[in-house]
């Protein structure tokens, strides 16, 4: 596709679901819901466009038709520490998750549940997102400790980090 600049974007455009058409009756069934996609804020760059979800065409009926269906928002996801341009990739020193929640100050029952969920190592931690942790059952509190822990721990390995 052609920009308003002549040039040619030939990125993807990304699209959420379509919900399907309710059921033909006396009274229609609802559209089903067009699920929006869950993205990292730092790949949005690689798509020309994202777009939500479709709801689905509500059902015809006799007496009474359905509903359309709900088309979702994307929602825009970013990690928990962003690092800073000139460290796109780093290579960081093991550190189990016992040490590092221990060298951090992160509590024992934040330690547990990363342990229950096998990460085994801080840095595998920087993959986290924000809906990650949420879905972890980590309270805001605790998830405001482990980023905090975060960037201390980058900051020791001279790493720059973006607020």
């Keep these: 596709m052609q920009s308003e600049s002549g ?3 030939e990125r993807p455009t990304l699209e959420g679901g379509e919900g399907g058409a309710g059921g033909k009756a006396d009274y229609g069934g609802d559209g089903g819901r067009g699920q929006g996609t869950l993205l990292n804020l730092t790949d949005a760059v690689a798509f020309k466009a994202v777009k939500g979800g479709t ?15 709900l088309g979702e928002a994307t929602r ?10 000139k460290n796109r990739t780093v290579v960081l020193p093991p550190l189990s998750v016992a040490d590092f929640c221990k060298k ?9 549940i990363l342990e ?12 986290l997102s924000d809906e990650d942790l949420k879905d972890l059952k980590l309270k805001r509190g605790q998830i405001a400790e482990v980023k905090r822990a975060l960037r201390e ?4 390995q001279n790493v720059e980090t973006v607020l």
């Excluded at 721990?153 to 020791?156: I, N, P, Q, R, V």
């Design 7 to 9: 040039l040619f974007d």
């Design 55 to 69: 709801g689905g065409t509500g059902g015809e009926g006799i007496t009474k038709g359905g509903t359309g269906g």
């Design 76 to 85: 825009l996801n970013h990690m928990i520490i962003m690092l800073g341009s």
């Design 104 to 112: 951090y100050r992160l509590s024992p029952a934040i330690q547990k």
């Design 116 to 127: 229950e969920e096998e990460y085994a190592f801080a840095s595998s931690l920087l993959e």
């Design 153 to 156: 721990y980058l900051a020791s």
